[in-house]
Antibody
């Protein structure tokens, strides 16, 4: 079964850092654009970042630009989101998704809580 | 960035009755390749989002045929022909015409 599994979420203090991982199975990540999407408590879905298949192009929502970095390791079939200078408003469930036909495959999500 | 505006934001519906959600984009979603990258997703409580419709009107694998999408340019609609209990959740339109994707605010579908 085609699957994405996120990990790396947790509780972090404001100003701290966290690295999220997303492992793909039953398909090769190398053929696809990939995305990170988040949903903050009580809010809707927000696209966070995209990366092209070879990792040479990345795009970010303005609110995370300069603080978050999306990357990938196609050899490990994995996607990453390095988050730094975290703020309370970054608290959310973070999903990785395959950006094909919109977003056709989603992980279950990993929760990031930014609080002192 | 393209702004996606959904209406209504909340939709109480009677079981077995139709439901409709509108989505309007701040600029045309027709890509330079001629494709309109507008999709619809459903998020049930406690679950990740799920793709329902892609490129305006194509139903994703496993999606019941009571779901349909239509529209062009900047105006799009998701219709559910007969709402079932399992359809409760939040529905989002999303554009992928530009590299910086954007979602609508979400429409909460509830049963009356």
């Amino acid at each position: 079964e085609v699957q994405l599994v996120e990990s790396g979420g947790g509780l972090v203090q404001p100003g701290g850092s966290l690295r999220l991982s997303c492992a793909a199975s039953e398909f090769s990540l190398s053929g696809y654009w990939m995305s990170w999407v988040r949903r903050a408590p009580g809010k809707g879905l927000e696209w966070v970042a995209n990366i092209n298949p070879d990792g040479s192009d990345q795009y970010y929502v303005d609110s995370v630009k300069g603080r978050f970095t999306i990357s990938r390791d196609n050899a490990k079939n994995s996607l990453y989101l390095q988050m730094s200078s975290l703020r309370a408003e970054d608290t959310a469930v973070y999903y990785c998704a395959r950006a094909f036909n919109g977003m056709d495959v989603w992980g279950q999500g990993t929760t990031v809580t930014v609080s002192s | 960035d393209i702004v996606m505006t959904q209406t209504p934001l909340s939709s109480p519906v009677t079981l077995g009755q139709p439901a409709s959600i509108s989505c309007r984009s701040s600029q045309s979603l027709v890509h330079s390749d001629g494709t309109t990258y507008l999709s619809w997703l459903q998020q049930r409580p406690g679950q990740p989002p799920r793709l329902l419709i892609y490129t305006v009107s194509n139903r994703f694998s496993g999606v019941p045929d009571r779901f349909s999408g239509s529209g062009a340019g900047t105006d799009f609609t998701l219709k559910i022909s007969r709402v079932e209990a399992e359809d409760v959740g939040v529905y989002y339109c999303m554009q992928a015409t530009q590299f910086r994707y954007t979602f609508g605010q979400g429409t909460k579908l509830e049963i009356k």
